[in-house]
């Protein structure tokens, strides 16, 4: 997807662009990290490293400059100020990998592709990470990312494909997974059975002592107490039901 391996086959396009036969102007909507951490040159500060970024990103066709603001910016966004100013040899491989992802994130890219982001963070820098791209994702930028940590991107992510022997085996919507939730009570065949007409129940199962239901959003919740207290049913607990992606994936991978 970034251009730096050619298929054997077909062809990927980033907003209509071939990443191959329209190289320079296809990557001009791209920032990646695609090699955890990122490398650098590590005699330069993190501020020359990504000064350095910016004047060789301005080269491509479509591209302009970027000032030293926006410098500022994505160092503090990562959390980087501090380190700014000292030689990447000296940085940690979690401030590295944050590093990483602050030149991919410069020149605000329109695609971006992530591998593995979250190596070698501990866990505020992992919730960083989950914050910086989940608010690109909402900005409009399309946020592409591997990684083994299930999870971990099960939490945040969109869609999720599984992939097993260089091929893709699966693809998991997890917006629809999330809109599942059980609800504990004394007679969960019964519950299902009056849950199942109402209009914003879309699925509804039974997983002892739970009944399952899949609402057209968590607004509806109350909505489902309700009716089943009206029905006669006592409710003893009310929760998300987590799809689990780790199991998910075992599974999906023993049948690949």
């Known amino acids: 997807m970034t251009g730096l391996a050619f298929p054997t086959a077909g062809e990927v396009r980033l907003l209509g662009l071939n990443v191959h036969t329209d190289g320079a102007r296809a990557r001009a909507l791209l920032g990646a990290v695609v090699e955890a951490p990122a490398k650098f040159y590590p005699q330069l500060t993190g501020n020359q490293n990504l000064h350095l970024h910016a004047s060789l990103a301005a080269m491509a066709p479509?591209?302009?400059?970027?000032d030293r603001a926006r410098l500022r910016e994505v160092l503090a966004l990562l959390e980087l100020t501090r380190m700014a100013d000292r030689p990447v040899s000296e940085y940690s491989l979690g401030q590295r990998q944050r590093l990483g992802v602050a030149s991919a994130i410069l020149d605000h890219p329109k695609v971006l592709i992530l591998d593995e982001p979250t190596s070698g963070l501990d866990p505020?820098?992992?919730?960083?990470?989950?914050?910086?791209?989940?608010?690109?994702a909402s900005e409009g930028c399309a946020v592409i990312l591997s990684t083994h940590h299930l999870r971990e991107i099960a939490t945040y992510a969109h869609r999720v494909g599984i992939l097993s022997g260089g091929r893709l085996v699966d693809t998991v919507d997890l917006q629809a997974r999330h809109t599942a939730f059980r609800f504990r009570v004394e007679r969960p065949a019964m519950a299902a059975s009056a849950l199942e007409s109402l209009p914003y129940v879309r699925r509804v199962s039974v997983r002892q002592p739970y009944a399952v239901a899949h609402l057209?959003?968590?607004?509806?919740?109350?909505?489902?107490?309700?009716?089943l207290a009206r029905a006669g049913i006592r409710v003893f607990e009310a929760s998300p039901d987590h799809f689990d992606l780790y199991e998910y994936y075992r599974e999906r991978v023993a049948q690949a």
């Open 62 to 66: 479509g591209r302009e400059r970027v």
């Open 124 to 136: 505020l820098g992992i919730g960083l990470i989950h914050r910086i791209v989940t608010g690109l």
């Open 216 to 227: 057209s959003s968590e607004g509806q919740v109350p909505d489902v107490l309700d009716h």
